[in-house]
Nanobody
Framework: QVQLVESGGGLVQAGGSLRLSCAAS????????MGWFRRAPGEEREFVAA????????YYADSVNGRFTVSRDNAKNTVYLQMNTLKPEDTAVYYC??????????????????WGQGTQVTVSS
C-alpha cells in the first residue's frame, strides 16, 4: 500500500507559478513511476507529466511542455511539479499517481496503482 499526499495548490494569477509536492509513504517509493494528472470542472482526468523511477525519463502532455517541470527526490519520497507561466486553462484539481509499470505508459489509459486525494489549482485571468 502506498499513501500519496499532495500539497502546494492554491490561487494564482495568470503568468504566475506554483510548486506542487506529493509525499509518499508505505511501500518503496523508488519502485514506482510517478506522475501528475489533472481534472478540470466538467472534464475527464488527463495526463500532465510522468517521471521514471530513477528520474532519468520524463514525459509531458503537449499542453504543459515547456512550462511545467516534474522531478523527484527518492531520498525524501517526494515528487514535485513546478508550474510556471500558468494559464486560466490550467485550473483543475491536480492528482499525484504511482504506477508499477513503465513511466511512458502513464500518458495512456493504464490502470494507475495509487492516487492522491488531489489539490486544487486555480489560475485567475
Amino acid at each position: 500500500q502506498v499513501q500519496l499526499v499532495e500539497s502546494g495548490g492554491g490561487l494564482v494569477q495568470a503568468g504566475g507559478s506554483l510548486r506542487l509536492s506529493c509525499a509518499a509513504s508505505g511501500r518503496t517509493f523508488s519502485g514506482y513511476a510517478m506522475g501528475w494528472f489533472r481534472r478540470a470542472p466538467g472534464e475527464e482526468r488527463e495526463f500532465v507529466a510522468a517521471i521514471s523511477r530513477s528520474g532519468g525519463n520524463i514525459y509531458y502532455a503537449d499542453s504543459v511542455n515547456g512550462r511545467f517541470t516534474v522531478s523527484r527526490d527518492n531520498a525524501k519520497n517526494t515528487v514535485y511539479l513546478q508550474m510556471n507561466t500558468l494559464k486560466p486553462e490550467d485550473t483543475a484539481v491536480y492528482y499525484c499517481a504511482a504506477y508499477m509499470g513503465d513511466s511512458y505508459l502513464m500518458s495512456r489509459k493504464v490502470s494507475i496503482d495509487y492516487w492522491g486525494q488531489g489539490t486544487q489549482v486555480t489560475v485567475s485571468s
